[in-house]
């Protein structure tokens, strides 16, 4: 082992990822965390640090936060520089970003470094193992916790990427409240849980969300399903799918057309200043060069039951980038937590101490 290597290196800066650094950093590994690059593209894709939980508002269902005001507790437990980005605490329970901004602070008072900056390529091939930053720095590290998350997907119209940021989004409690989709019609697509969320979240700001679902009864869980048919500002379009989205230079988007899926004859122009897609998610897996084993939908896959072991040795993976079923912030803190126990007993096993 080399001077500057270090023994863990925890990639991502969801919950998985600082659950995986507090724990790491308790057992006096020194974690460093690479949380992401702050920069357009992953602006643009939902990948900016402190991961997707940070793109909602109320979280409801992490245990340990009821309802009640939290301010002076955020005052006291976020820097300065930090809490002047956060919106003022509406008293409800926990929001998405103050949770995500405690969890890095946790890790951070443990001793946890923090390199801001995204990692775009990985060697596993060799020991101690490297991973190149998208600044150019190089690390070498003994062991590496992959905790990259996952990212909302599009439909893949040529219109969608036309109008990107000028209408068309993928995550409503970004873009929802910007002066273009205030008391408009907006379009979401989609039929499963991020759906309900996006439209349910989108009809505080829009005159009426019309969701678009291909089939004749929603994905979601029920409770969301049923809270979202409840919602007297939102239309569903069943068995209908995106043909394209309308707009012009100036507008940007002006509507949506869709077809029929059970009819192709059938075909409708709805007028909305905004376009959201709610279908699901990709794993953030591209930049590990297929080095390591993953599902057949690109997650890294766990190679033994009940552990976070990968199939390279000392490479451990943590939350939605290796669990496409649960997808929480609690399961995701669950994995963080296991793979960094899982990664100190490695070390510990090969003598590494
Ligand atoms: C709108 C919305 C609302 C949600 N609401 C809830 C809720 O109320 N309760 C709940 O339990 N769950 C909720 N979830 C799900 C929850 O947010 C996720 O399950 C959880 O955030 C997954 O955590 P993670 O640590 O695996 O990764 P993520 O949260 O996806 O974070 C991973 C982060 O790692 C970073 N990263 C990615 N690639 C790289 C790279 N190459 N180099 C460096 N860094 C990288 C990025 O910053 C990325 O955002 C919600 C999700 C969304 C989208």
Redo the contacts with the bound molecule.
């Keep these: 082992m080399t001077e500057g290597t270090e023994r863990v290196v925890i ?9 995986a650094a507090i724990y790491a950093s308790r057992a006096n590994l020194r974690p460093l965390v ?4 702050v920069i357009e593209e ?1 602006r643009l894709k ?11 508002t ?5 245990p340990g936060f009821t309802a009640g005001r939290l301010d002076e507790y955020l005052d006291s437990a976020i820097e300065k520089n930090r809490r002047k980005y956060m919106p003022p605490h509406t008293g409800h329970g926990i929001a ?1 970003p103050e949770l995500m901004e405690l969890m890095r602070q946790q890790a951070a008072s443990f001793g946890t470094r923090i390199v801001t ?4 390529e990985v060697d596993f091939g060799r020991h101690p193992f490297r991973l190149k ?1 998208l600044g150019g720095q190089q690390i070498e590290s003994l062991s590496v916790i992959i ?6 997907n599009y439909l893949g119209l040529a219109s969608e990427d036309r109008f990107k940021n000028r209408g068309v989004s993928a ?3 970004c873009d929802g409240a910007l002066p273009r989709f205030r008391n408009k019609p907006l379009i979401v697509v989609g039929g499963g849980d ?1 759906a309900m ?2 439209s349910t979240y989108l009809s505080k700001f829009a005159s009426t969300v019309y969701v678009v679902h291909r089939r004749d009864k929603f994905r979601a869980s029920k409770i969301m399903a049923d809270r979202t048919l409840a919602n007297s500002k939102i239309q569903v379009k069943w068995n209908s799918r995106i043909d394209e989205v309308l707009g012009n230079e100036k507008d940007g988007v002006t509507g949506v057309r869709i077809r029929g899926t059970t009819d192709d004859s059938h075909s409708e122009d709805l007028a909305a200043s905004g376009y959201f897609a709610a279908i699901g ?1 990709t794993p ?1 897996t ?2 590990l060069g297929g080095q390591l084993e993953l599902t057949e939908k690109a997650y890294i896959k766990w190679t033994t039951p009940a552990r976070t072991y990968t199939s390279v040795e000392g490479v451990f993976a ?4 290796a ?1 496409d079923y ?8 669950g ?2 937590c296991m793979a960094a126990l899982d990664a100190e007993r490695w070390l510990a096993a090969k003598g590494f101490d």
Excluded: K
């Design positions: 990639v991502g800066s969801g919950p998985a990822g600082w659950a690479v949380e992401g690059a992953n939902g990948t900016l640090p402190l991961g997707q939980l940070a793109l909602t109320e979280v409801e269902n992490y998405g900056d995204d990692v775009i930053l905790a990259t998350g996952a990212r909302a995550c409503a409690v991020s969320e996006e998610h953030n591209d930049f943590a939350g939605d980038v669990d649960y997808r929480q912030a609690v399961t995701a803190a994995t963080g």
